[in-house]
């Protein structure tokens, strides 16, 4: 049972334009979201995190929004560079219960120029 | 500030071989995770140390997995004996105690044959 789901597996978009990655979850306890980026034969990076108290954060070209009604968080990279090009990874944790964090599978993001 | 290191970064042992992966955290992160990702899934929570006590060790697949922290900074994870279900890539994570933020390793890559 999936907690955290990434529907697209991949998403190309242009560079300069906003590339949007969007994020569902199930668990209702969840009250940390983060998103990691991941370059191949790398680990992930820490991109940018929002907790369940606030709605939007931003961090330079990155934001990150929540919608805790639907359950949904997206990542906004405005304008969107070729560095950009990887494999995003949304997650949740439940920072009041325990700290491990569930991940999606990933969205593939290609940056075409 | 040096990340968090991983050794090997490749693993290729057969099925009944005994493999030893190690992580070393950020220094004075006293929070430690091990996390896998088995191939087209999910990157998977196994365990989580706090020094060098064993926090939360709900994610590991079976008795064949030992993780240690002896002295709260290194840790390892032996796979004893390996099967072929093992082969994926093994993350660690490191956190310090104020932030929620987990900093992930470059992972091992084992592959059991």
Redesign the interface.
Known sequence: D?Q?KQNSPSLSVQEGRISILNCDYTNSMFD?F?W?KKYP??????LI?ISSIKDKNEDGRFTVFLNKSAKHLSLHIVPSQPGDSAVY?CAA?A?NR?????????TRLHILP | EAG?T?FPSHSVIEKGQTVTLRCDPISGHD?L?W?RRVMG?????LL?FVKESK??E??MPNNRFLAERTGGTYSTLKVQPAELEDSGVY?C?S?RGSS????????TRLTVT
């Open positions: 999936q955290v940390y983060l990691y034969a790398e680990g992930p990076t820490f995190s990874f944790s920072v325990d700290d491990k964090i569930i991940f999606g599978k990933g | 968090v991983q929070n995770y996390y899934k999910e990157i998977k929570f989580h926090q939360d709900s994610g993350f994570a956190r929620y933020e987990q900093y992930f390793g470059p992972g």
